[in-house]
Structure formats: C-alpha cells, structure tokens
C-alpha cells in the first residue's frame, strides 16, 4: 500500500478541564461528567466511570484505567469513550465550535495552517533540502491573517 497524505475528520468531542478533587462542584460539570463520576464506584468493572486516586483524576478505558492531573481535559470521544489529554496537546489539537456562526474559528484556522506549513516541511526535508525553516506561533498567525483575513472565512 502507497503513502497516504490524510487530514483527520473534523469531529465533535465533549470536553471538561480536569479541576483539583477539592475544587470539584458536581452540581457545575456537564450531565456526561457526572455521571462518569457516578460509574467511578464501579471502575474496574465499568471501564467507563472516573474517581480521584492520589491527587490525579483516574479514567477508566477501555484499554484500561489511565489518568489526568488537574488543568489536563477530559474528553468525551464520540462513542462515549472516555480519555484524558494533556492541556497542551488539547490546545494544539482541538478548538471550540462556535455554534453561532458557520465559520472556522480562528484557533481551528491556526491549527490548520500550522499542519499545512508543518507538512509542507517534512515535504521539503523528504527532498533533502539542506536546513529547516523555523517558525514560532506568530508567524503561523500571519500566514493564517495573510490566508484567511480576520478569522470569519465561511466553511467551503
């Protein structure tokens, strides 16, 4: 089978910032997180319930209990799974929906160029081009200004 050059689905996922056990209001999560919560006594059977153990926010997987330290994000996958992620993959990989407006938010338009440039890249790298070009998080801004204007750019 060749290479394939693949872009990931945009999907929608739930997703709760992981709070200190002495910070956590049930009354103030999303019905999904109380109810992990609730599944939490039972974990170890359940694979689908979440508890705090030794500080850090215990989920249980399908491939077995993982866990998330406060300001990680616990995410609900689209079948339910549950999985926690780290905050800063979180920030890189996922923005949120702007249910108001057809549009790209501007963080989704950001992670996209920065995958377009990041790919374009690892293209010039593969041809053997001597060097790498360096870019920070302000110059990915200007490309997606220079591309996409003020961050309001309809979905196509």
Known sequence: ???LSVVKKRIEVKAWQIVPKNELDLENVPDWVALAFERGDDLLNTRRGICYFGGRLVVGTL?????????????????????????????????????EADVFSYQE??????????????????LGYEGRVEFDRSSVREI????????????G
Do not use: H, R, W
């Not at 998330?68 to 890189?92: Q, R, S, T």
């Open 1 to 3: 089978m060749s290479e």
């Open 63 to 99: 491939e077995g209990n993982t866990a998330g330290d406060y300001d990680d994000y616990l995410i609900c996958g689209i079948k339910g799974e549950l999985y926690p992620c780290k905050k800063e993959i979180f920030e890189e990989s996922y923005a949120e929906i702007d249910e």
């Open 109 to 126: 338009m950001e992670i996209f160029a920065k995958q377009k440039v990041e790919a374009a890249l690892l293209k010039v790298d593969k």
């Open 144 to 155: 997606v200004n220079e591309v996409f204007g003020d961050g309001k750019t309809k979905n």
